[in-house]
């Protein structure tokens, strides 16, 4: 169906005179990769002024490292980049959906994404979602293949990259599509570039944010709660979530923190039978926004002047309702010796 969707995907952009081309809030590697690559991709076969934009922050280090190797090519979104004529294209998010950059109804025309369906999307000229593959980076690797075009190193490598974070090296996710795509942009990426990318340096702030971290998270039974208090780019609570699962005997992290007026929630499980959306959806509940998928999820809670460690305490409690834990349950601290 690939080329099905590619032509109605080219049909759906024909004539435009701009496209806007948005990933979701605080784009992380699968979407920064896929919106460079439909750049890519509609650069060659449509005579339309292309823009890639974002709200938001590019605060993790491997992200940074990773829009730098590809010569910067986000801008941050502005109003007046919706002034018409402009055809709208989301990858990696939907419109409606909470980390979208769209806050208010607009017309959108082209939407690709893994996550679950939105209802908002039905509305968009062109929908290709796939909440069974593990990354937006594998659809676009698919469109790139059939159509057919060359593919820069630099893209190849991008999309390689978006995979291996959104799946952890194939670890999340199974599907056909994606160990197909993952096969064919290796020996089409740059190793080197690679591993400067993963290994992107850090500042001393980052280790401080780890102790604080690790001080502060308790363990009930194989789930741990960890807040990070106050945090300097808002993907941070994800990037030690992701850290903290490699506990052993750990099969649940929940971990948090605030950044300017949001309460930013991430969501990690080793269950193989995920969860962690449903999780997320229990605890944001209508206080703010959520999604996710599998394994992974997160969520925004709008803080509007409350304080951070007060909601974090109800966060917490709001967990072991999930997991019917008794508040009285004694915890453990992940520094506690033995």
């Known amino acids: 169906m690939t080329s099905e969707q590619l032509d109605a995907l080219l049909e759906a952009t024909s004539g435009a005179e701009r496209i806007l081309i948005l990933t979701h809030n605080d784009p992380d590697p699968d979407a920064i990769s896929s919106a460079v690559a439909l750049r890519y991709l509609l650069v060659k076969r449509q005579n339309a002024q292309i823009k890639i934009a974002y709200r938001g922050i590019i605060g993790r280090a491997e992200n940074k490292a990773l829009v730098q190797y590809l010569d910067h090519p986000l801008q941050q979104f502005t109003r007046a980049d919706l002034t018409p004529p402009v055809a709208v294209a989301l990858v990696d998010t939907q419109p409606g959906a909470g980390n979208s950059p769209l806050r208010q109804p607009t017309d959108v025309t082209v939407v690709i994404d893994h996550h679950f369906w939105h209802p908002d999307t039905a509305a968009s000229r ?19 293949r059939s159509a057919g075009a060359d593919l820069p ?38 190793s080197r570039a690679l591993f400067e990318i993963e290994r992107a340096q850090v500042p001393a702030d980052y280790f401080k944010s780890l102790v604080d971290t690790v001080q502060a998270t308790r363990i009930y039974r194989d789930v741990l709660i960890a807040f990070v208090g106050r945090m300097k780019y808002p993907d941070l609570a994800a990037e030690i979530a992701d850290w903290l699962l490699r506990m ?21 499980t080793r269950n193989l039978r995920g969860g962690a959306v449903d999780l997320a959806l229990a605890v944001v509940g ?8 599998g394994s992974m999820a997160g969520g925004q809670i709008y803080l509007n002047g409350r304080d951070p460690e007060l909601l974090a305490h109800q966060i917490n409690q709001a967990v072991l309702a999930y997991f019917n834990i008794s508040p009285e349950e004694t915890s453990r601290s992940l520094l506690k010796k033995g």
């Open 248 to 268: 052993e005997g750990i099969q649940w992290v929940i971990c948090f923190g605030a950044h300017k007026e949001n309460l930013n929630i991430a969501i990690r």
């Open 126 to 144: 062109f929908a290709d979602v796939r909440p069974d593959v593990g990354a937006t980076s594998t659809i676009l690797t698919e469109y790139i």
């Open 153 to 190: 190193v630099s893209i190849a490598t991008a999309l390689f990259y978006g995979i291996k974070t959104d799946t952890m090296g194939l670890g999340r996710s199974g599907a056909k599509a994606d160990i197909e795509a993952y096969a064919f942009l290796v020996p089409r990426s740059d």
């Open 286 to 293: 209508n206080n703010g926004t959520a999604g996710g998928h």
